[in-house]
Nanobody
Framework: QVQLVQSGGGLVQAGGSLRLSCVSS????????MGWYRQAPGKQRELVAM???????TYADSAKGRFTISRDMAKRTMYLQMNSLKPEDAAVYYC????????WGQGTQVTVSS
């Protein structure tokens, strides 16, 4: 079992920034995939940013140039820095890690006021 515990998020004005954190109970050495998803009311969960195996960070078109995914291996923590936030970025954000199974964080609300 792996536990992913998220923090960060909250209410921000349009154009502002937030940083989400995701702390893992397992090291990242054997992880196959890590990413950030979001789900807005009435919409499907969508992938926002990810670390593919052996590849560079990859972003959804909506996040390119504004969001940055990163991770600190020693701290077993993954981050999502979100800049220039827009009202359409409002959603519940989830981190996910894939080891032998997929594990999800508890979700954190991001609200962007216009």
């Amino acid at each position: 079992q792996v536990q992913l515990v998220q923090s960060g998020g909250g209410l921000v004005q349009a154009g502002g920034s937030l940083r989400l954190s995701c702390v893992s109970s397992r090291t990242f050495g054997s992880v196959n995939f890590m990413g950030w998803y979001r789900q807005a009311p009435g919409k499907q969960r969508e992938l926002v940013a990810m670390f593919p195996i052996g590849g560079a960070p990859t972003y959804a078109d909506s996040a390119k140039g504004r969001f940055t995914i990163s991770r600190d291996m020693a701290k077993r923590t993954m981050y999502l820095q979100m800049n220039s936030l827009k009202p359409e970025d409002a959603a519940v954000y989830y981190c996910m890690g894939r080891w032998e199974s997929d594990y999800w964080g508890q979700g954190t609300q991001v609200t962007v006021s216009s």
